[in-house]
């Protein structure tokens, strides 16, 4: 299971950080990630992070979001700073996740949080 939270109303310029858990028998957790759909379009990639901590990020919010983890709490950041309204949408995490020793890795989604940046 993952749950995203912190999601909210912020005005532009603003910052809001996002969080992510994994909960369950996990033996490991190999990528992290983040994913936003806004009305009318397509989900997209915001920025991923290895169990390692090499990190990937969309063109539209490079230096202005960090992906972060914490992997002993198997958990994924998102602090987003210098938010701008089209950055609102529903904001998604996921995570490459093996339950079993011998058992494949499944990509596992988060229930979505909504993002709202005011003008």
């Known amino acids: 299971q993952l749950q995203a939270s912190g999601g909210g109303l912020v005005q532009a310029g603003g910052s809001l950080k996002l969080s992510c858990a994994a909960s369950?028998?996990?033996?490991?957790?190999?990528?992290m990630g983040w994913y936003r759909q806004a009305p009318g379009k397509q989900r997209e990639l915001v920025t991923s992070?290895?169990?390692?901590?090499?990190?990937n990020y969309a063109d539209s919010v490079k230096g202005r979001f960090t992906v972060s983890r914490d992997n002993a709490k198997n958990t994924v950041y998102l602090q987003m700073d210098s938010l701008k309204p089209e950055d609102t949408a529903v904001y998604y995490c996921n995570a490459d996740i093996r339950l079993s020793h011998l058992g494949p890795v499944r990509t596992y989604w988060g229930q979505g949080t909504q993002v709202t940046v005011s003008s």
């Open positions: 992070i290895t169990r390692g901590g090499t990190t």
């Open positions: 369950g028998s996990i033996i490991s957790i190999n990528a």
